[in-house]
């Protein structure tokens, strides 16, 4: 299933049925016909954030269903990205099955150096021309301004120290810091474990204070497209 299918999917079920009925004992039922447990288990992954120990946060991550074989953007936001990458050098933090990395590979051969991150999905390590590190994002092993672009899409919203992650991701960016978060509202029940939820473009902005005067939020279909220069107009 591609981006695109589940957007018009969570067009209906977040902002359509009414939050009477989305936090309901029958949403979560007629949820289960199609994940199951998982669904309830999910439920109880957001309720004990603050308590959830690493092997619990990895556990649910390894166990959690895969809704999109390739990436979770849309083909909308893989242009704009491919498009606004700056810079030889880049780094996708929170990088899953590498598909991004190469659609701006491919948007972008001029790139000397393709770095893809994760924790628990490794399938980048397995593509030509990309270095693949395990890390978190809350502490990523690179050295201040050490890529010109950086960029990372649907993680933040699974970041409990959210605020940690982006002053990460802000450090090791040279010259662009791309994020691309879902634009979504919270509810009890859900097909993801989220902990974040940005409704506006507002809210996001919210989260990545303070904002710098060369930025750039946008909504991209149900995505929230941002973006920030970290080097001088003439560097």
């Known amino acids: 299933m591609n981006r695109e299918t589940t957007n018009r999917i ?32 999910l439920a109880k992954f957001r309720e004990r954030a603050p308590f959830l120990t690493a092997a619990e946060y990895e556990d649910l991550y390894r166990e959690h269903p895969r809704v999109h074989a390739g990436t979770d953007n849309s083909q909308a936001c893989i242009d704009r990205i491919v498009a606004s990458i700056v810079g030889e050098s880049v780094c996708d933090v929170g990088c899953g099955t590498g598909a991004l990395l190469n659609f701006i590979k491919a948007g972008n051969p001029g790139l000397k150096r ?9 399938d980048a390590a397995s593509i030509t021309g990309v270095e693949y590190v395990a ?3 809350e502490s990523l092993p690179f050295a ?17 120290e959210y605020r940690q992650a982006i002053a990460e991701l802000r450090r090791i960016a040279r010259r662009r810091l791309i994020i691309v978060v879902p634009r ?24 990545v204070h303070p904002v710098p005067p060369r ?3 946008v909504d991209i279909g149900r995505d929230i497209f941002y973006m ?7 560097a």
């Open 228 to 234: 920030e220069d970290r080097a001088e107009p003439d």
């Open 10 to 41: 969570r067009f209906v079920i977040e902002d359509v049925l009414p939050p009477i009925l989305r936090d309901s004992a029958l949403f979560k039922q007629a949820a289960s016909l199609v994940w199951g447990k998982h669904i309830g288990k």
């Open 135 to 137: 890390a978190m994002i």
């Open 114 to 122: 393709l770095t893809g991150v994760d924790f628990v999905v490794d």
């Open 184 to 207: 979504e509202r919270e509810y009890r029940y859900s097909f993801n474990p989220h902990f974040n939820f940005f409704p506006y473009t507002h809210s996001f902005l919210r989260a």
């Open 215 to 217: 930025h750039v939020c």
């Open 144 to 160: 201040d301004g050490e890529f010109d672009t950086v960029v990372c899409t649907h993680v933040i919203e699974h970041v409990l």
